[in-house]
C-alpha cells in the first residue's frame, strides 16, 4: 500500500512538472512571436530598403518558431508513444502514425470487389473510419489501414465497431505473403457484416487455410466498442473477447512475421459466406485503437 501511494504521488508530480514546463515554453514562445509581429508592422511602416530587410528577419523568425513549435508537438508525440509499455500503440485518436499507413489505388482481385482509396480511411471523432464507398456503376471503393514493420509472435488487440451490412468484412489481422517475398501466413478476426452477433476466426500457413471458427458474441458487435484481440504462440493461437480467451487453435500455426492490418471491403462471388452485397453506400467501421505487445 505504502509503495502504490508513492507511486501515485511520484506520478503525480512528475505529470505537474511536465504540465508545467509545457505552460512555460508555450508562453515563452506566445510571447517571442507578438513581439516578432509588432516588429514586422512598425518596420513595415517605416520604409526603407533597412527596414524591409529587418522585417523580412522578423518574418523568417516567425515562420521558424511555427516549425519549431510543430516539430516539438511531432517528438513529444513520438516520446508518447516509445514510452507506451506496448511494442506498437496505434492511438488512433491521435490521428495518423508514421508507423502506418493506408493501401491506395489497388485491388486484391477475386473475391474483393473493391479498389483501396486512400482518403476512405479517415480520423476523426476520435477514431480511425474505414470507409466502403460508390466508385462507379458496381465499382467500389474500400479502406485498408496497415503497419509498415513485420510483427511476430505476441499479444495483437483493436477496439472497434464493424460494419452492419450484407456482404462486407470487417477485419483485423496480421498478414504476409508472395508480395513480401514471403510463405502465406495469417491470422485473422473478421465480421461478416450480414450477422455482427457473431465473429469469425481464422488462420493461414503457407497458404492453407480452412480453419474457420464462428465464434456467438452474445452481444451486436456494431453497436459498441469492444475488444477483440489474439495471442500468437509457436504452438498456439488463441483468440480473446473483451480480455476473455474464447477459443485456441493448436494445429499447423503459422510463424512468419507480418503486417498488423485492418480493412472493410465488399464481396463477389462469395454469397453464400457473406451474403449478397445490396450497393448501400456509404458505410463504415470504427476503430479507437489498435496494439501489440511483443512475446518475452
Request: overall charge negative; some cysteine; glycine content about 8%.
Amino acid at each position: 500500500m505504502i509503495y502504490l501511494v508513492s507511486a501515485v504521488l511520484y506520478n503525480k508530480t512528475i505529470a505537474n512538472d511536465k504540465l508545467h514546463t509545457l505552460e512555460d515554453r508555450n508562453m515563452k514562445r506566445i510571447t517571442a512571436l507578438i513581439s516578432a509581429l509588432i516588429m514586422i508592422f512598425t518596420l513595415a511602416g517605416c520604409g526603407g530598403t533597412d527596414s524591409s530587410s529587418q522585417a523580412e528577419s522578423a518574418a523568417s523568425f516567425v515562420t521558424e518558431s511555427k516549425a519549431e513549435d510543430t516539430s516539438s508537438e511531432e517528438t513529444s508525440s513520438e516520446e508518447n508513444e516509445d514510452s507506451s509499455p506496448y511494442t506498437l500503440n496505434g492511438d488512433f485518436s491521435k490521428g495518423p502514425s508514421k508507423k502506418w499507413e493506408a493501401s491506395d489505388g489497388w485491388s486484391n482481385g477475386g473475391m474483393f470487389n473493391c479498389t483501396w482509396k486512400a482518403s476512405n480511411a479517415d480520423f476523426k471523432d476520435g477514431h480511425l473510419d474505414l470507409t466502403i464507398s460508390k466508385a462507379w456503376d458496381d465499382s467500389y471503393y474500400g479502406a485498408e489501414y496497415r503497419t509498415k514493420d513485420f510483427y511476430g509472435y505476441g499479444l495483437y488487440e483493436v477496439s472497434m465497431k464493424p460494419i452492419s451490412n450484407k456482404g462486407v468484412v470487417s477485419s483485423f489481422f496480421t498478414y504476409t505473403g508472395p508480395s513480401d517475398s514471403n510463405p502465406w501466413d495469417e491470422i485473422d478476426i473478421e465480421f461478416l457484416g450480414y450477422n455482427t452477433t457473431k465473429v469469425q476466426f481464422n488462420y493461414f500457413t503457407n497458404g492453407v487455410g480452412n480453419h474457420e471458427y464462428l465464434y456467438d458474441l452474445g452481444f451486436d458487435a456494431s453497436e459498441e466498442f469492444h475488444t477483440y484481440g489474439f495471442r500468437w504462440e509457436k504452438d498456439s493461437i488463441t483468440w480473446l473477447v473483451d480480455g476473455v480467451e474464447v477459443y485456441t487453435a493448436t494445429e499447423n500455426i503459422p510463424s512468419t512475421p507480418g503486417k498488423l492490418m485492418m480493412n472493410v471491403w465488399n464481396g463477389i462471388g462469395v454469397d453464400s459466406w457473406l451474403r449478397k452485397f445490396d450497393g448501400n453506400t456509404p458505410i463504415t467501421a470504427e476503430y479507437q485503437w489498435a496494439r501489440f505487445t511483443a512475446a518475452e
